[in-house]
């Protein structure tokens, strides 16, 4: 099982981006998703999470109002849609499952990290 990140790249400064992450493989069930970020220099931050059923949402302040996270039908593919980026939005953006269950104990998962680079 792994989550394959797609999106990403480099946009001016007010523009927008959509990243979407998809877990594939074998498994049955993957519960909350979503988005952490690390900018030059810091610490990996949660950008956004959504719950199994799409029924729940959070972000963080710095995003709120700016950008949306959203889950398919399948719930195996999860997007962030952002828009108004600020420089400050620069850095990677990794996908997360926080439970993966594939018949036996479930798991964590990350994603491999996609760039996100805004330019002022």
């Known amino acids: 099982v792994q989550l394959v990140e797609s999106g990403g790249g480099l946009v001016q400064a007010g523009g927008s981006l959509s990243l979407s992450c998809t877990a594939s493989?074998?498994?049955?069930?993957?519960?909350?998703m979503g988005w952490y970020r690390q900018g030059p220099g810091k610490q990996r931050e949660l950008v956004a999470t959504i719950t199994s059923d799409s029924s729940s949402e959070d972000y963080a302040d710095s995003v709120m109002g700016r950008f949306t996270i959203s889950r398919d039908n399948t719930g195996n593919t999860v997007t962030l849609q952002m828009n108004g980026l600020k420089p400050e939005d620069t850095g990677v953006y990794y996908c997360?499952?926080?439970?993966?269950?594939?018949?036996?104990?479930?798991?964590?998962?990350w994603g491999q990290g996609t760039q996100v680079t805004v330019s002022s």
């Open positions: 997360h499952a926080d439970r993966v269950y594939d018949g036996g104990a479930p798991f964590e998962l």
């Open positions: 493989g074998s498994f049955t069930l993957v519960k909350t």
